[in-house]
């Protein structure tokens, strides 16, 4: 194995940063209510690989999509499992954020200079609700269905450009197929991509910043 390891790291480097990584010093006082970041972390990684799973069988049409969620748990080998695993990945995630906030808040981490890591961090929550707001209409069941109905009409309480933001979210003015295919890409492409970003910008300033010391 060391070997082989060795041969990987002659043309990869790998070694080098891994250790600046665990070499950098922290703070006193870090405890476990640091990791909690961490574990939203994981989760999102948990929830990438679940979707790319649930990707392979479930069809985003009108036609289709309930039933392919169907095959899903009934029929396909550990579908339920990954089905469910997505699922509760998803509300833990919500849960380990705030969670994660209020560390923050404990902490007073908010304070110069963290206050546009704060700005990334809050950004990253309100993507994670519109992440779980849109993979809830893809099963395509009734509880899908009003659930979007209602979620989405309360955009058009916005003044001023509210009945605009409701034909956006919606694709016209009932929540249709149109609609789950906005919702499937905004699921799966748009919001990971934008968190994508603003975990890297997280990140980046987690490192550059260093992590701040207890009360
Ligand atoms: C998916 C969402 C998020 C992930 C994966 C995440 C991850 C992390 C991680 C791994 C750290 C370093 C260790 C730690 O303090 O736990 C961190 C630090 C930080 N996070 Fe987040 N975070 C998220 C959301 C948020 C939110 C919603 C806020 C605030 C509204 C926030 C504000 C901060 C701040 C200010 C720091 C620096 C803390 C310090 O230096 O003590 N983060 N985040």
Not at 115 to 141: C, K
Request: one cysteine or more; a positive charge.
């Amino acid at each position: 194995m060391g070997r082989i390891f060795d041969w990987i790291d002659e043309r990869f480097r790998v070694k080098d940063p891994h250790r600046r990584f665990l070499q950098r010093p922290l703070p006193e006082g870090v405890n476990y209510l640091y990791c909690l970041g961490g574990v939203a972390f994981t989760l999102i990684i948990i929830l990438l690989l679940t979707g790319l799973l649930l990707s392979l069988y479930y069809v985003p049409s009108e036609k289709e999509a309930y039933q392919s969620v169907l095959r899903i748990t009934r029929e396909v080998r550990l579908g339920r499992f990954v089905r469910s695993l997505h699922r509760w990945s998803a509300n833990l995630l919500i849960v380990f954020i705030i969670l994660h906030t209020l560390r923050v808040i404990i902490h007073r981490a908010y304070r110069a200079p963290r206050e546009l890591n704060w700005v990334a961090g809050s950004l990253t929550l309100v993507v994670a609700f519109f992440s779980g707001f849109t993979g809830y209409l893809l099963p395509w069941d009734q509880k899908a269905y009003w659930a979007t109905e209602v979620g989405t009409s309360m955009a058009a309480t916005v003044p001023g450009i509210g009945r605009q933001l409701l034909y956006l979210l919606r694709g016209g003015p009932e929540v249709t197929g149109t609609t789950l295919i906005r919702f499937y890409s905004l699921h799966v492409l748009w919001l990971p991509l934008v968190m994508a970003l603003l975990l890297w910008a997280h990140f980046h300033m987690v490192k550059r910043q260093g992590i701040s010391g207890g009360l």
